[in-house]
Nanobody, 127 residues
Framework: QVQLVESGGGSVQAGGSLRLSCVAS????????FGWFRQGPGKEREGVAV???????LYADSVKGRFTISRGNAANWLYLQINILKPEDTALYYC?????????????????????WGQGTQVTVSS
């Protein structure tokens, strides 16, 4: 059974930075599509950043240039570096994983595409 556990959230002022982490256990191989999603107050869950097993990355337009997704040297770690935080970044951030390759941009940014989810870590940005 694959389990994902996020950490690193917190309360920061606008302009600050955070580094979110996600550790996965129970992976059958290193060939997974990993993503970070977020759900703000009163909003639907949305895709933020995705990384394929070959290192290709994809970002939502709203976070390009500020967020960086990466995988650790150990294949079961996933990170999201968040810089220049804005109040609109306030959300519960989730780590997600699905076996295989990331099948295109639309697929990769869709919540229904992912089989495994963590419980989320809260990011709150004050102005």
């Amino acid at each position: 059974q694959v389990q994902l556990v996020e950490s690193g959230g917190g309360s920061v002022q606008a302009g600050g930075s955070l580094r979110l982490s996600c550790v996965a256990s129970g992976l059958a191989s290193s060939n997974y599509c990993f993503g970070w999603f977020r759900q703000g107050p009163g909003k639907e869950r949305e895709g933020v950043a995705v990384v394929a097993s070959d290192g290709r990355t994809l970002y939502a337009d709203s976070v390009k240039g500020r967020f960086t997704i990466s995988r650790g040297n150990a294949a079961n770690w996933l990170y999201l570096q968040i810089n220049i935080l804005k109040p609109e970044d306030t959300a519960l951030y989730y780590c997600a994983a699905d076996p295989g390759s990331c099948s295109g941009a639309n697929w990769a940014m869709t919540t229904a595409s992912y089989k495994y989810w963590g419980q989320g870590t809260q990011v709150t940005v004050s102005s």
